[in-house]
């Protein structure tokens, strides 16, 4: 029997070098097409709004078109619109669920058109006033990537999500310079999982893409800040933020989706609706227009304290908008930098009126907070915004209203704005997820120790009568030689071997599955059902095969048995040692 101290805390081997080797490559290859996305906004932004053939980065907001600037987003709408029809439908859309659905619901698999048409329509949307982020589209691009790598290898669906996701994450890391919490996106979004599998190449494609994102863009911190330190009147400020921020999501996210409900009420089809939304893109960019395109010089601005209440007020009306109708007109283009920036608005809104700290610390919070709420994913939020400013005094500000924000909304919001597109296609993502209860026991834990063997000296016919006779209390039973299992034998065994003379006759050409205490209970299960066998033997050690028990379904079903009453038997055990001391005297 193997000794106790040689089980793993992880399931590994080393084919585990193979998909971390292969993730390094697509840490290198999502930056580039991080790269190349934010090459193309730059374009088609010149190309838009000033008319010039040009890779030089420039905001629309410049732009001195008049009331030209309100036809740009609609001809954009059209460009993407047919894109979508004649091209790929799943360009529409922010990306994040799209990637979603292709692991949990597409076995992984991402076509080359998408990979191609989802940078190119983002930057099309974007560069004519969009506004969108790129870190959507870059995940679904990067996710592509790895999708279509691992379909040139032979792996599992498994592995094939893990460089799916190794991909996307170090899209993102490539245009926020935030591999830590693009680490994190993948733990507390994308894996639904938490393996060495498919934690460690993500974990090495987001440090190559690190690395190679500081000869391709500017080094250090996207929005370099420092705030006061934090006193402790600061920690109710972070719940109101929360609370607020919260709120915030809760609003957005069911806007949102109303908005979309009305664009599939429209006598038209889908392909017209992201015109639609342009036109409302560009109204607003003409009422407003640093509230077009992808708005970074904006969120610094709010960051830095740099707008006046009035401004920052309509900004944040715009840009509301703006986002909303055009994102629910199922146009092209990512969420978290206009959750940025208006998570950052609030914040500067509010911020003279929060208790405690100094109001330039508020925009910040709100900003982390609004996205950890309406992405669920709290961690990553906070660690999102220590990356991107590497202001080590809003830690705890940013964990604590983080928190609230998710917490909030997950009483609030039944699904976030990632599994309600999901939803609406017909799938439901349970978030919830924790170690297996079947993994966490072994078959040797949960084994029948006492059993009922068949000895295979013994005639078929007294078998028969004594083991499937009108008492039978089993489905099938151990045959075994001198203490060695030797086969499984149940009522159809006999079909198959008429005519046999002894148990051993009946079982001699029948394939042993047996298992060993120390395999879980989980693995177990999986091959129990990839058998269709009900019963297993479990043998000391498969090469002498001496019986010590037998493992059936209903034993399976006792470590679910104890995770139901560890989370539903509710206990006051101080309580009951009162009473006790109490009758004792």
Same mark, same amino acid.
């Given at each position: 029997?193997?000794?106790?101290?040689?089980?793993?805390?992880?399931?590994?081997?080393?084919? =585990?070098?193979?998909?971390?080797?292969i993730?390094?490559?697509?840490?290198?290859?999502?930056?580039?097409?991080?790269?190349?996305?934010?090459?193309?906004?730059?374009?088609?932004?010149?190309?838009?709004?000033?008319?010039?053939?040009?890779? +030089?980065?420039?905001?629309?907001?410049?732009?001195?078109?008049?009331?030209?600037?309100?036809?740009?987003?609609?001809?954009?709408?059209?460009?993407?619109?047919?894109?979508?029809?004649?091209?790929?439908? %799943?360009?529409?859309? &922010?990306?994040?669920?799209?990637?979603?659905?292709?692991?949990?619901?597409?076995?992984?698999?991402?076509?080359?058109?998408?990979?191609?048409? %989802?940078?190119?329509?983002?930057?099309?949307?974007?560069?004519?006033?969009?506004?969108?982020?790129?870190?959507?589209?870059?995940?679904?691009?990067?996710?592509?990537?790895?999708?279509?790598i691992?379909?040139?290898?032979?792996?599992?669906?498994?592995?094939?999500?893990?460089?799916?996701?190794?991909?996307?994450?170090?899209?993102?890391?490539?245009?926020?310079?935030?591999?830590?919490? /693009?680490?994190?996106?993948?733990?507390?979004?994308?894996?639904?999982?938490?393996?060495?599998?498919?934690?460690?190449?993500? $974990?090495? @494609?987001? $440090? +190559?893409?690190?690395?190679?994102?500081?000869?391709?863009?500017?080094?250090?911190?996207?929005?370099?800040?420092?705030?006061?330190?934090?006193?402790?009147?600061?920690?109710?400020?972070?719940?109101? /933020?929360?609370?607020c921020?919260?709120? =915030?999501?809760?609003l957005?996210?069911?806007?949102?989706?109303?908005?979309?409900?009305?664009? @599939?009420?429209?006598?038209? &089809?889908?392909?017209?609706?992201?015109?639609?939304?342009g036109?409302?893109?560009?109204?607003?960019?003409?009422?407003?227009?640093?509230?077009?395109?992808?708005?970074?010089?904006?969120?610094?601005?709010?960051?830095?304290?740099?707008?006046?209440?009035?401004?920052?007020?309509?900004?944040?009306?715009?840009?509301a908008?703006?986002?909303?109708?055009?994102?629910?007109?199922?146009?092209?283009?990512?969420? *978290?930098?206009?959750?940025?920036?208006?998570?950052?608005?609030?914040? /500067?809104v509010?911020?003279?009126?929060?208790?405690?700290?100094?109001?330039?610390?508020?925009?910040?919070?709100?900003?982390?907070?609004?996205?950890?709420?309406?992405?669920r994913?709290?961690?990553?939020?906070a660690?999102f915004?220590?990356? *991107?400013?590497?202001?080590?005094? /809003?830690?705890?500000?940013?964990?604590a209203?983080?928190?609230?924000?998710?917490?909030?909304?997950?009483?609030?919001?039944?699904?976030?704005?990632?599994?309600? %597109?999901?939803?609406?296609?017909?799938?439901?993502?349970?978030?919830?997820?924790?170690?297996?209860?079947?993994?966490?026991?072994?078959?040797?834990?949960?084994?029948?120790?006492? +059993?009922?063997?068949?000895?295979?000296?013994?005639?078929? !016919?007294? +078998?028969?009568?004594?083991?499937?006779?009108?008492?039978?209390?089993?489905?099938?039973?151990?045959?075994?030689? !001198?203490?060695?299992v030797?086969?499984?034998?149940?009522?159809?065994?006999?079909?198959?071997?008429?005519?046999?003379?002894?148990?051993?006759?009946?079982?001699?050409?029948?394939?042993?599955?047996?298992?060993?205490?120390?395999?879980?209970?989980?693995?177990?299960?999986?091959?129990?059902?990839?058998? %269709?066998?009900?019963?297993?033997?479990?043998?000391?050690?498969?090469?002498?095969?001496?019986?010590?028990?037998?493992?059936?379904?209903?034993?399976?079903?006792?470590?679910?048995?104890?995770?139901?009453?560890?989370?539903?038997?509710?206990?006051?055990?101080?309580?009951?040692?009162? !009473? !006790?001391?109490?009758?004792?005297?």
């Amino acid at each position: 029997m193997q000794s106790a101290h040689a089980r793993r805390d992880f399931a590994a081997d080393f084919h =585990l070098v193979r998909i971390a080797a292969i993730a390094a490559v697509l840490g290198v290859l999502s930056t580039l097409a991080g790269a190349f996305l934010l090459y193309l906004i730059r374009v088609f932004t010149n190309l838009f709004f000033f008319q010039e053939l040009s890779g +030089v980065a420039r905001s629309p907001a410049l732009n001195t078109l008049g009331l030209w600037v309100i036809p740009v987003p609609v001809v954009g709408g059209i460009i993407v619109g047919l894109m979508a029809r004649y091209g790929s439908e %799943k360009i529409r859309g &922010h990306g994040i669920p799209e990637a979603i659905e292709a692991i949990l619901f597409g076995r992984s698999r991402m076509s080359a058109k998408v990979a191609l048409l %989802k940078p190119l329509s983002s930057g099309i949307v974007i560069g004519s006033g969009g506004p969108f982020g790129a870190e959507g589209p870059i995940i679904m691009t990067g996710g592509s990537i790895g999708s279509l790598i691992a379909q040139l290898f032979h792996l599992t669906s498994a592995e094939r999500k893990t460089l799916l996701v190794a991909g996307a994450v170090a899209g993102m890391t490539a245009i926020f310079g935030t591999p830590v919490a /693009a680490v994190l996106m993948a733990v507390e979004l994308l894996l639904f999982e938490l393996r060495p599998r498919s934690l460690l190449p993500a $974990a090495i @494609a987001c $440090a +190559v893409a690190g690395f190679l994102r500081t000869y391709l863009f500017d080094p250090g911190p996207l929005f370099p800040l420092q705030t006061a330190a934090v006193v402790p009147a600061d920690l109710i400020g972070c719940v109101l /933020a929360g609370l607020c921020a919260g709120a =915030l999501a809760w609003l957005l996210s069911t806007a949102l989706y109303k908005v979309e409900d009305g664009f @599939a009420r429209l006598p038209i &089809h889908w392909m017209w609706w992201p015109a639609l939304g342009g036109l409302v893109v560009g109204i607003g960019g003409y009422l407003e227009p640093r509230a077009l395109g992808v708005g970074y010089d904006v969120i610094g601005d709010l960051l830095y304290s740099h707008l006046s209440i009035a401004v920052i007020v309509a900004l944040l009306s715009c840009k509301a908008i703006m986002w909303v109708i055009a994102l629910g007109s199922g146009t092209s283009g990512g969420v *978290l930098a206009p959750l940025l920036m208006l998570g950052a608005a609030l914040g /500067a809104v509010l911020g003279p009126y929060m208790p405690g700290g100094h109001a330039a610390m508020w925009p910040l919070v709100f900003m982390a907070a609004t996205l950890g709420g309406m992405m669920r994913a709290p961690v990553m939020a906070a660690v999102f915004a220590l990356e *991107l400013t590497n202001d080590m005094n /809003a830690l705890l500000p940013l964990l604590a209203s983080c928190s609230i924000a998710y917490g909030f909304t997950v009483l609030v919001m039944p699904r976030s704005i990632l599994t309600e %597109k999901i939803a609406r296609r017909g799938y439901h993502i349970y978030r919830e997820y924790g170690i297996d209860p079947l993994e966490r026991q072994h078959a040797g834990e949960v084994m029948t120790r006492d +059993v009922m063997a068949i000895d295979a000296s013994l005639s078929a !016919q007294a +078998v028969l009568e004594r083991f499937f006779g009108t008492d039978q209390r089993h489905r099938a039973f151990p045959v075994v030689d !001198q203490g060695r299992v030797v086969g499984m034998l149940d009522r159809s065994s006999f079909d198959r071997a008429a005519g046999a003379a002894t148990a051993g006759d009946l079982v001699a050409d029948m394939a042993v599955p047996t298992t060993t205490p120390d395999e879980t209970c989980r693995s177990l299960a999986a091959r129990m059902a990839a058998l %269709k066998i009900e019963r297993i033997a479990v043998v000391a050690d498969e090469a002498e095969r001496r019986l010590i028990g037998i493992v059936s379904r209903s034993d399976l079903l006792k470590p679910s048995a104890a995770l139901f009453d560890e989370e539903h038997r509710r206990e006051q055990l101080i309580g009951n040692i009162m !009473q !006790q001391l109490t009758r004792r005297r």
